[in-house]
């Protein structure tokens, strides 16, 4: 069974940037879909951004524009670039195999002055 491990969150500055990472371990990392999810306080956990394995690309609305997904099947990692962040962009964000239900424990994003 896969393990997906966060990496990257962190305080950052309304306007600032982060990038966050999601590590795989185990096999056939490149043939499955991936996708991160956030969870703000008080509020249901919500899709951000999902890649394919062609490396096709699905945005919320909230998020088009400032942030971006890649991967590196090479490396067994996802990435989720985030750029304009917002004080509503807190979060605490996941990594997830949708294919097989795999989650990571989460990394907190807090975005604040």
């Known amino acids: 069974q896969a393990q997906l491990v966060e990496s990257g969150g962190g305080l950052v500055q309304p306007g600032g940037s982060l990038r966050l990472s999601c590590t795989a371990s185990?096999?056939?990392?490149?043939?499955?879909?991936m996708a991160w999810h956030r969870q703000a306080p008080g509020k249901a956990r919500e899709l951000v951004a999902s890649?394919?394995?062609?490396?096709?690309?699905n945005y919320a609305d909230s998020v088009k524009g400032r942030f971006t997904i890649s991967r590196n099947n090479a490396k067994n990692t996802v990435y989720l670039q985030m750029n304009g962040l917002k004080p509503e962009d807190t979060a605490v964000y996941y990594c997830?195999?949708?294919?097989?239900?795999?989650w990571g424990n989460g990394t907190l994003v807090t975005v604040s002055s």
């Open positions: 997830n195999d949708p294919a097989r239900g795999y």
């Open positions: 890649i394919t394995r062609l490396r096709n690309t």
């Open positions: 185990g096999s056939s990392f490149s043939i499955y879909p």
